[in-house]
């Protein structure tokens, strides 16, 4: 039931001609939208791959879509080899290896981590390798086997992991390097009338489990030593810079190997890979280096430009709003042909649409320009929210790219003053936010951990609420506290992630955060009384999520 108050006349008056103007908008935008609902890509179910054993009990982690709590990844080293050529039928495949370093947190006999559409290789019968480190006595493999729902490979131990030791999980694998725009895949595009082929990665949200075995969730965050072979005459990139390439022969023909310096702990969906015979352009000093990756003859005309002078002022601006340095010696950025997505935020390599990353000064428009600015600040704002803080769980979102959404307008407002781009704000993500929260079937910005686990649960909180609403809450917390408070606790929430906020400001926010749509006011000039319901487009519409706020 919405709650009633009493107001005077007068002041009822004037709140109503304050409103006349935002609520006029607000009606015509609503009058003129159709149900929204976002498309996604429909999830593929695992192929059946043969299991070296079956589980010895029906029931067990394995079968849980969430990862246990008794092992914690530390570091992954991974050796990828992308074949941009295809095999004798037809096929295009990758090959790698991988070492994961885990801490046991819990005693435990069951290992489980995700692995999907991925041929593993067998040792004396298992898909595994397992060794322990400083224990009595090395753990022995009892079975492995995948489980097709949930997307792990378990392997189960004859005797427990021992708490606060280390163990080595090392398997080899093969997959296929598909067209089909997630996990470490291929993209063909047309350069001077040649066909090019370049390996690249969307792992956001749950695809790094089709490119190597790994515990895929975000809180699993774990540092990355990567390595990867290629053709001798094309370049290899991942988040951090290179460290060394060398060339030798294998299987009959010379490759390069190339290894990068080791990542931060991070999680599994910013790791990037991508090789590809690009140019570059780059700016920087003594501090580390921008770049800015496109197709040769993007480079060469200039398209680059514009990224790169923004890029490279943008992530001195962040740094300084947020009173933190950027923690890699290099930022890349790539536009990458035939990229699903507008932008991904991988840390330290991000990786753009063409149309989001390359500006030409002479025909492109205004839009186009504000359009290439809006979308590097936002990938940019995500290196420090997302990145560096990053969610427990995928129905907390919003964190992330509603900050990110936000503080990108504090990004183009610094590049571009004169477009005085935080007044379109409102007309940009608030109206975006009433446009889908005025629907019976949106949902809070915080979603119940519950309703998110599997993969196409969590592809559908990509969407406005979690995008414009995050931000314009946010927006609407800078304006209850003031701009610059807000900044200043923002840093102090960053240094100090246990602190708690005020009561006052929780109960506030919870009512915003916890619960889906958003509330219409009546007043009543001629009795001074003031309602609130639920605001629905269609009236009539049902809502069957129920709200603990009242």
């Known amino acids: 039931?919405?709650?009633?108050?009493?107001?005077?006349?007068?002041?009822?008056?004037?709140?109503?001609?304050?409103?006349?103007t935002t609520l006029a908008s607000f009606v015509a935008l609503l009058v003129g939208y159709s149900q929204y609902?976002?498309?996604?890509?429909?999830t593929v179910a695992?192929?059946?791959i043969p299991t070296s054993t079956t589980p010895t009990t029906p029931w067990g982690q394995w079968s849980e879509i969430r990862l246990p709590d008794t092992l914690a990844p530390e570091k992954y080293s991974v050796t990828l080899w992308p074949r941009l050529i295809p095999e004798s039928s037809g096929q295009y495949i990758f090959k790698g290896s991988s070492s994961v370093s885990f801490r046991c947190i819990k005693k435990t006999?069951?290992?489980?981590?995700?692995?999907?559409?991925?041929?593993?290789?067998?040792?004396d019968g298992f898909y595994a390798k397992l060794s322990g480190r400083?224990?009595?006595?090395?753990?022995?493999?009892?079975?492995?086997?995948f489980t097709k729902d949930t997307q792990y490979l378990t392997v189960e131990l004859k005797e427990d992991l021992i708490p606060r030791k280390i163990y080595d999980l090392y398997t080899e694998f093969s997959?296929?390097?598909s067209d089909g725009g997630s996990g470490l895949y291929r993209t063909e595009y047309m350069e001077k009338g040649v066909k090019k082929i370049m390996a690249t990665t969307q792992m956001q949200p749950t695809s790094a489990r089709k490119t190597f075995p790994c515990f895929d969730e975000p809180s699993m965050k774990a540092k990355y030593n990567i390595t990867l072979i290629h053709e001798t005459n094309i370049t290899a990139l991942s988040n951090t810079l290179n460290i060394s390439s060398a060339i030798k022969t294998l299987e009959g023909g010379r490759r390069r190997i190339t290894r990068f310096e080791g990542t931060e702990k991070m999680s599994t969906y910013v790791l990037a890979f991508i090789i590809c015979d690009f140019k570059m352009i780059s700016a920087g000093d003594d501090r580390g280096e921008v770049r800015v990756w496109a197709r040769t003859s993007a480079i060469n005309d200039g398209h680059g430009n514009y990224s790169l002078l923004i890029a490279t002022k943008m992530v001195v601006f962040f740094e300084s709003l947020f009173a933190e340095d950027y923690v890699y010696r290099k930022a890349d950025h790539i536009a990458v042909p035939d990229f699903y997505g507008g932008a991904m935020e991988n840390w330290g390599l991000i990786t753009y649409r063409e149309t989001a990353l390359l500006f030409d000064a002479n025909i492109s428009s205004l839009a186009d320009q504000e359009y290439v600015t809006t979308v590097v600040a936002h990938e940019l704002a995500h290196q420090w929210f997302g990145n560096?803080?990053?969610?427990?769980?995928?129905?907390?979102?919003?964190?992330?790219?509603?900050?990110?959404?936000?503080?990108?307008?504090?990004?183009?407002?610094?590049m571009e003053s004169s477009w005085n781009f935080k007044d379109f704000m409102v007309q940009k993500e608030v109206y975006r936010a009433f446009s889908q929260d005025a629907l019976n079937f949106s949902h809070p910005l915080s979603s119940p951990t519950k309703e998110v686990n599997t993969p196409g649960e969590i592809d559908k909180l990509f969407d406005h609420i979690s995008y414009s609403k995050g931000a314009a809450v946010l927006r609407m917390l800078s304006y209850m506290v003031t701009e610059n408070v807000f900044l200043r606790a923002v840093q102090i929430l960053k240094a100090n992630p246990d602190v708690k906020l005020p009561a006052e400001i929780d109960v506030i926010l919870d009512r915003w955060i916890l619960q889906m749509g958003f509330p219409v006011v009546t007043i009543n000039t001629t009795n001074g009384e003031v309602s609130q319901k639920h605001f629905l487009l269609y009236p009539d519409s049902v809502v069957h999520r129920k709200s603990k706020f009242k």
């Open 1 to 20: 039931m919405g709650k009633k108050t009493l107001i005077s006349k007068c002041l009822a008056g004037i709140v109503i001609l304050l409103a006349a």
């Open 37 to 42: 609902r976002e498309t996604h890509n429909a």
């Open 46 to 48: 695992p192929e059946d």
């Open 109 to 123: 006999n069951i290992i489980v981590i995700h692995s999907y559409k991925l041929n593993l290789v067998t040792f």
């Open 134 to 145: 400083d224990v009595p006595s090395q753990p022995k493999i009892k079975s492995t086997f």
């Open 175 to 177: 997959g296929e390097l």
């Open 388 to 414: 560096l803080v990053t969610m427990n769980w995928w129905n907390e979102l919003w964190l992330s790219e509603g900050f990110a959404t936000y503080f990108s307008y504090f990004g183009v407002d610094a």
